[in-house]
């Protein structure tokens, strides 16, 4: 899936499970999945968790529609490569 990436790409029926993933799930993403809301998503899709300070993954939800029924697409980044990003940032500004 996204092999060159840094985002772990989970889909899920319409019944919320899980389909298949890019990487083997860890429990904070399957929480953050477990309690979205789907009747609650845009089409547009939506940020789920994004305090990358305090959490370990930041996600999205980019809603996969089949027949009128939700279907997800969910993205995680892992928020250590965030926080490595942004310190090196800091420093290249010192």
Not at 16 to 29: I, K, L
Not at 50 to 56: C, F, N, Q, T, Y
Not at 66 to 82: E, K, N, Q, R, V
Request: include cysteine; proline fraction near 5%; aromatic fraction near 4%.
């Amino acid at each position: 899936m996204e092999s060159e990436s840094d985002f772990i790409v989970v889909i899920t029926d319409r019944n919320g499970e899980v389909v298949t993933s890019s990487n083997p799930m860890e429990p904070e993403m399957t929480a953050v999945i477990g309690h979205t809301d789907d009747d609650q998503v845009p089409d547009e899709g939506v940020i789920l968790e994004s305090d990358w300070a305090d959490e370990k993954y930041v996600a999205t939800d980019s809603p996969i529609i089949m027949d009128g029924t939700h279907s997800g697409m969910y993205s995680c980044l892992p928020t250590a490569i965030i926080s490595k990003k942004s310190s090196a940032i800091s420093v290249g500004n010192s």
